[in-house]
Each structure stands twice: as structure tokens, then as C-alpha cells.
């Protein structure tokens, strides 16, 4: 699959969406935090991850521009019902732009960040491939 990177990577945000992603940079959660201090400097095969990036009318945790891939740590408001179904249908909306999203929990992240981080590497190896793929 080949996956065009001759998109914006903001896809069209409005200003409001630009400030609303400033503050919550201003005030990662402690497990956006941890997860951010492996991601930031290119530590992950050299690859630039933008925290809190507007989307649309989305702010994407950690975005990941040259290979499209979204990084969402969920945290308990989540779990909830309505919040699982307006998450399924955000991610539905950015995969049909070519994007990827992976999700992580809080208690993930808390718990077994050595792991998370090995999935990560994983998955931007097989993205980095996907657009590499002229197929």
C-alpha cells in the first residue's frame, strides 16, 4: 500500500483546535508525560512525533507525519460507552485519510513501558515499509 504524504499534516484544523492542542501540551497527563519522554529527539528510528497535534477537528496525543500514525493514551474517561463509540468513530474518520491509530491505556503505560515502546518500534517499521512500498 502505498500512502501519499502530499497532505498537510494538520488537515485543515481550524485556530480554535490550534489553541485547544497548545493548552493540553501545557498539561500532559503524567502517563502522556512518560510516554512523550521516549517518543521526543527522534528516539524512535529517527522519526519526528509532534505531542498534542491538531487534526482536523482532532488533537492527536502523538502524531507521526512521514508514516501517518497516531499514538492515543486513553486514560479511565474512555471506558466509558458513549466515549468508546465516539473514539471508534474518530479513528474510522482518520483511517480513511490514510492514518493509523494504536491506542495505549494509562495503566499500560504505568505499568509495562518497556513493552509499549517495543510495539511502537514495531509498528513504525511496518508503516515506515507501507509507504516505502511503491505497491
Known sequence: MSIGNNVSMFYDAKPHIFENAKILRKHMTSSEQKLWNHLRGKQILG??????HPMD??????????????????GAYHKSVDQKEHDFGREIELNDLGIKVIRYTNE??????????????VVCLKRKEEIESPL
Not at 522519526?47 to 498534542?52: G, S, T
Not at 477537528?57 to 508514516?67: E, V
Not at 503505560?109 to 515502546?117: A, G, Y
Request: hydrophobic share 45%; with cysteine; glycine share 0%.
Open 57 to 74: 477537528i482532532y488533537i492527536a496525543d502523538f502524531y507521526c507525519h512521514p508514516i501517518k500514525l497516531v499514538i492515543e493514551v486513553d
Open 108 to 121: 499500560m503505560i504505568e505499568n509495562d513501558l518497556d513493552s509499549v515502546i517495543t510495539q511502537i518500534k
Open 47 to 52: 522519526l519526528r512525533f509532534r505531542p498534542q
